[in-house]
């Protein structure tokens, strides 16, 4: 029987996945290569390279306290660890509701700005520039007829979600045959100009997992071991793959919250990580600036208004860089379903990593800057 299966996120539904041969919510087959814990000056006990602590019994950490005591009141927010990190060192750290310091929590979307940064990697190394064209990768895999727009479409508009597609891409199987991700999204209609219109792609980032793995012969998660994970101190993590052995790049990685909170630190320094260049200031400057206008997952920019979205009721209308969404007070973030968020605030030299299960993005991320951007 003929099946489709959304691949791409929703306004409500995003990719995720478990450990071994396993269907996300979306029914997509993929596979992978509780403690609670206060403000004590305790260390997870799991980590070879762990952050330097400073644990602040202070604003800070009333503060934050707030947070989890608001949160455990609110319906569809349910908080599971967030750490702060002040000046390079651990100033908060609280896990609940089933979050463990030691066990990996599925990142969702926050997989994309990792895999933006192999993108990165890949540019510095000279691999690829961010002008190259999608259908120069894969010329096996091309439909029998090429658009204008099809033919237009560089990294750099995967990287900003604004390849041109007006929809989701589908990927269709028949008779349980895998479909080949590659040859689904380069068959799906490229109905804009690419470079003029926004839409939450995670098969865009699928994209440029592809094409990290063409050009360096390593998939994404083996590519950054050792220029990222390794030098971070981060255990090689899970990260789901299609059924042509792809990164998923866009959903499937799981990481500890101070793993998430090390990537934080490394583009707050401007890619340095102990004295070594690991990305490119560059790379990190362009990575997290304003680079599109931008819209939620799910909502078509000409949707807007009608839909009552504005700046102080929608975090996702203050702009897109490369796989990282524009917040308030010249922050940025790595942003995932069910409230998975890298903050990253220079002008407060802080980072915040959060994980949750919260179906109330909206509600999670506006009590995150009521309660802790203050007192930072």
Known sequence: MKRQTLIALSAAVILAGCGG??????????????????????QPSNYADPLPRQLDNGKIKAAADKLFADADTMQNVTLQSVMILKGGKVVYQHWANGGDPNTPHVMHSVSKSFCAT????????????????????????????????????????LLT??????TEVQIERNGGKPADWVEAFLAHPVTKKPGTWYCYNSMGTYMLSAIVQKVSGEKVLDYLMPRLFEPLGIEKPKWEESPQHVNCGGWGLYLKTEDMAKFGQLFLQKGVWKGKQLVSE???????????????????????????????????????????????????????????????????DAVIAVTADSPDLQKELSNVYKYLFPVL
């Open 282 to 348: 560059a790379w990190v400057n362009e990575a997290s600036k304003y680079q599109v206008p931008s819209v939620p997952a799910g909502t078509r920019p000409d949707e807007i208004e009608k839909k009552g979205l504005t700046t102080d009721n929608c975090a996702w209308l203050l702009g897109y860089g490369y796989q990282m969404w524009r917040c308030p007070e010249n922050s940025y973030r790595a942003d995932g379903a069910r409230g998975q968020y890298i903050i990253v605030c220079p002008d407060k």
């Open 118 to 157: 192999a993108v990165g990697m890949a540019v510095d190394e000279g691999k690829i520039k961010v002008t190259d064209k999608l259908v120069d990768f894969f010329p096996d895999k091309l439909p029998s007829k090429l658009t204008p727009n099809l033919k237009a479409i560089t990294i750099k508009d």
């Open 21 to 42: 041969s396993t269907t996300n919510q979306n029914g997509q087959q993929t596979s992978v290569s509780t403690v609670q814990q206060d403000n004590a000056p305790s």
């Open 161 to 166: 979600m604004n390849c041109g597609h007006e």
